[in-house]
């Protein structure tokens, strides 16, 4: 098995006016993964599992945290499935894992990249942001498959809100390709992809690089179909160039 790095790197709101407040299934504990209730105007919209790394409480810093949209599969079953893949499994296994981890979970009948749930993200993310001690310069967007499509989406409509964005056998609109390049982003998606061909992330990679975009790159997975996210998040590198970017100099330039 071999992976193929494609590197493309030449280097590179939505008013939601109501009232939100999180019910709480279980009190946050940093080292530990727990499941959460996201409620606007008595409701929940949505709910998610919220890692909190150990030291949190020792410290007053703010902390890194990683937006994690999952693929269409964990939408059927408990909120424990979101953690199956990606960053919320890393954190499930590893209670030093220093980000915030927030791992929402879309209902079977949507779809990430739907307006409505891009509404719920955005509103989520600024509770979150409201709750715990995040670094706003630091928020970091990754999604697999249906997750994949959402990032990029989401990254789309918000690319003030991201440091970097991590799209993984999505797809986009390359019509967004101005809004996204000055964003560092590095998608990855396998070359034997049967449910969501390699062109489409190619195809964004392109048009952001045409649209002058320089912070962009791909990753391509040899041998891999659609399951690349177990290689992509596991990728040599890759929380390490997370952690470099930041949001403010995305926006200087």
């Avoid at 970091?140 to 959402?150: E, I």
């Avoid at 891999?224 to 200087?252: C, D, I, K, V």
Wanted: with cysteine; hydrophobic share 40%; charged share 25%.
């Amino acid at each position: 098995m071999t992976f193929t790095v494609r590197a493309r790197t030449t280097l590179f709101c939505v008013a939601f006016a109501t009232c939100s407040s999180a019910a709480l299934a279980e009190a946050p504990t940093p080292g530990k993964q727990v499941e959460q209730d996201f409620v606007q105007d008595g409701e929940t919209v949505s709910r998610y599992q919220l890692f909190l790394p150990r030291g949190y409480e020792e410290a007053d810093e703010k902390w890194p945290l990683i937006l994690f949209l999952h693929g269409r599969g964990e939408s059927y079953g408990p909120l424990s499935l979101v953690k199956k893949w990606g960053p919320p499994r890393i954190a499930e296994t590893d209670p030093e894992f220093p980000y915030v981890v927030v791992s929402p979970q879309c209902p079977g009948k949507e779809s990430w990249n739907q307006p409505r749930q891009q509404e719920i993200l955005v509103a989520l993310l600024d509770d979150v942001l409201k709750r715990y001690r995040v670094d706003a310069d630091r928020v970091y967007l990754t999604g697999l498959s249906m997750g994949g499509y959402g990032s990029w989406t989401l990254a789309a409509g918000h690319p003030e809100r991201f440091a970097a964005v991590v799209p993984v056998c999505g797809g986009g609109k390359p019509e967004d390709a101005d809004k996204l390049k000055s964003l560092p982003i590095w998608a990855f998606h396998g070359d034997q992809d049967k449910a969501v061909p390699l062109s489409r992330s190619l195809e964004m990679v392109e048009a952001i690089e045409k649209a002058g975009g320089e912070k962009v790159r791909l990753t391509t997975l040899e041998h891999f179909g659609h399951n690349s996210w177990s290689a992509a998040y596991a990728s040599p590198g890759l929380y390490t160039w997370m952690a470099a970017q930041r949001a403010s100099a995305n926006r200087e330039r």
